[in-house]
């Protein structure tokens, strides 16, 4: 079992930038890729991102393309989401997800979840 632990959430005004992050523990040589997804109030939880442990595999869902980043540190076993020109639909939940292949994770197959951190983003 792999243990995620996120950080980094808050309030940002609309336009601007806030990095998530997401430290693995336990049994992280099972986990070959991690993730994020999102669940804004009173909506189902949606898939945001997802990259491989080798840096590759990366999965972005179409509405936050070329504004955020998803990225990992090896050696620190952790997963980073760099949010830039963040919107008030961004608002939401964040969750770090593991599994054991990327594309897993693009098609909503999670193994493992994170307790989630919240983002707000003000208009």
């Known amino acids: 079992q792999v243990q995620l632990v996120e950080s980094g959430g808050g309030l940002v005004q609309a336009g601007g930038s806030l990095r998530l992050s997401c430290a693995a523990s336990g049994r992280t040589f099972s986990t070959y890729a991690m993730g994020w997804f999102r669940q804004a109030p009173g909506k189902e939880r949606e898939f945001v991102a997802a990259?491989?442990?080798?840096?590759?595999?990366?999965y972005y869902a179409d509405s936050v393309k070329g504004r955020f980043t998803v990225s990992v540190d090896n050696a620190k076993n952790t997963v980073y989401l760099q949010m830039n020109s963040l919107k008030p639909e961004d608002t939401a939940v964040y969750y770090c997800a593991a599994n054991t292949a990327s594309y897993k994770l693009r098609d909503g197959v999670v193994g493992s979840w994170g307790q989630g951190t919240q983002v707000t983003v003000s208009s």
């Open positions: 990259i491989n442990w080798s840096g590759g595999g990366t």
